[in-house]
């Protein structure tokens, strides 16, 4: 499809994982997690899709999706302080000059409700405004005004300006982590976010889900 052209698409994979053991491919329904992500990317040709994954059976499911494995991710690279665009960098100069294009497009595993069309959109709105990177939000589900921490068993806002009427608020996003994507000239100073040229696309919440522990896993199964 002449609208991926440009666009690599990556999906980060690490073999292990703090928050639910061994998540990437964890059974949802009759599914690995991971497979959510292979599935929604398969109309995408298979030289402009590549797995990162230290784990031999990620790279056996992405096998059966069509999804690049060429890549040798590292055991230095693979570890848990391991950072993405760490990783990143040394997947830019494995392809360097193999595939031509212009963006990557991440997209990690553990945001399985992110649709075919979330990426489609996505793509389409960092062309139509000629930004340098986009990344996917969805409205907050708690307001941050009411977010708290607790530090020597005292309760502290997160917000020192709190506002005590719900109608004043503004209207807060997160970053709810499906998809980013972003120009692969800003490798260069090892950045994925342009300060300049960035746009975001909003997902809905129920679409924003992303797997961190045991709560969210059964979250997302409910409604899988």
Aim: charged share 30%; glycine share 2%; hydrophobic share 35%.
């Amino acid at each position: 499809m002449k609208l991926f052209n440009n666009f690599i698409f990556i999906i980060p994979a690490r073999k292990g994982s703090k928050g639910v053991k061994k998540k990437n491919i964890v059974k949802i329904k009759n599914k690995k997690l991971i497979e959510y992500t292979f599935e929604t990317i398969k109309k995408i040709p298979n030289e402009r899709k590549y797995v990162l994954s230290d784990c031999r059976l990620v790279k056996q499911i992405a096998k059966k999706y069509n999804v690049n494995t060429t890549y040798i991710r590292t055991k230095k690279l693979s570890k848990d302080n391991t950072k993405l665009i760490d990783n990143l960098c040394h997947f830019e100069k494995f392809i360097k000059n193999k595939v031509k294009f212009k963006y990557y497009v991440v997209l990690q595993p553990t945001s399985p409700l992110r649709t075919y069309k979330d990426i489609e959109n996505s793509i389409k709105k960092i062309l139509e405004t000629k930004s340098e990177s986009l990344y996917s939000i969805s409205r907050s589900l708690e307001h941050p005004n009411e977010t708290i921490f607790i530090k020597n068993n005292k309760i502290n806002y997160f917000l020192k300006n709190k506002i005590s009427l719900r109608q004043n608020y503004k209207s807060s996003y997160f970053i709810n982590g499906a998809i980013y994507i972003f120009n692969k000239k800003l490798l260069r100073n090892k950045k994925m976010i342009s300060i300049k040229f960035h746009t975001v696309y909003e997902m809905p919440k129920k679409r924003s889900l992303d797997l961190d522990d045991y709560q969210d896993l059964d979250l997302i199964k409910k409604i899988i």
